[in-house]
T-cell receptor
Framework: GESVGLHLPTLSVQEGDNSIINCAYS??????FIWYKQESGKGPQFIID?????DKRQGQRVTVLLNKTVKHLSLQIAATQPGDSAVYFC????????????FGKGTHLIIQP | DVKVTQSSRYLVKRTGEKVFLECVQD?????MFWYRQDPGLGLRLIYF???????EKGDIPEGYSVSREKKERFSLILESASTNQTSMYLC??????????FGNGTRLTVT
């Protein structure tokens, strides 16, 4: 996999490799973080979330890491598949449940055969 | 599964028209949101609502208004559409501090 910064909008990986998508969040008071996947023509879909009292959470083929010290969030996708091609957004929850999420600009993940 | 339904996938309107975008959710969520999504700018919050008849401005409310007469329905209104409101509009809902659930979006073109 390849580590990318928030400023790099595209990540290209070989099918079967691991992918790592990084995100920097802005608000040190944010207590909840989410990764979304958006495929062409669809709304964002929830992938995985993590609360600020944790630093790692695993799902099926995905892991989210949270580093509150440097306000950094990452999404790891294991054994990337063609169906993983999409734009991935991180989001932070700066307030309570009534407020919206603040989204990053997104990273376009491209899977090479 | 939560379902958020936006009434139109594509809309084409003329400058100056009044435009209504409708959104319905089926999970009794108290919180509903309207975002717009533009290339290079990401998702930006327009308005949100935490209860029936309640509304709050998001980051870019200018040129928009909203209506929430029933818990399951949240409408976005463009009083007088302008070309800079051409965008993808996404409705979402959630309960408490949980994930937002999004609809599939309405792509609005204002000519």
């Amino acid at each position: 996999g390849e580590s990318v910064g928030l400023h790099l909008p595209t990540l290209s990986v070989q099918e079967g490799d691991n992918s790592i998508i990084n995100c920097a969040y802005s608000n040190s008071a944010s207590d909840y973080f989410i990764w979304y996947k958006q495929e062409s023509g669809k709304g964002p879909q929830f992938i995985i979330d993590i609360r600020s009292n944790m630093d790692k959470r695993q799902g099926q083929r995905v892991t989210v890491l949270l580093n509150k010290t440097v306000k950094h969030l990452s999404l790891q996708i294991a054994a990337t598949q063609p169906g993983d091609s999409a734009v991935y957004f991180c989001a932070e929850n700066p307030g309570g449940g009534a407020d919206g999420l603040t989204f990053g600009k997104g990273t376009h993940l491209i899977i090479q055969p | 599964d939560v379902k958020v339904t936006q009434s139109s996938r594509y809309l084409v309107k003329r400058t100056g028209e009044k435009v209504f975008l409708e959104c319905v959710q089926d999970m009794d969520h108290e919180n509903m949101f309207w975002y717009r999504q533009d290339p290079g700018l990401g998702l930006r919050l327009i308005y949100f609502s935490y209860d029936v008849k309640m509304k709050e401005k998001g980051d870019i409310p200018e040129g928009y208004s909203v209506s929430r007469e029933k818990k399951e329905r949240f409408s976005l209104i463009l009083e007088s559409a302008s070309t800079n409101q051409t965008s993808m509009y996404l409705c979402a809902s959630r309960t408490q501090v949980r994930p937002l659930h999004f609809g599939n979006g309405t792509r609005l073109t204002v000519t």
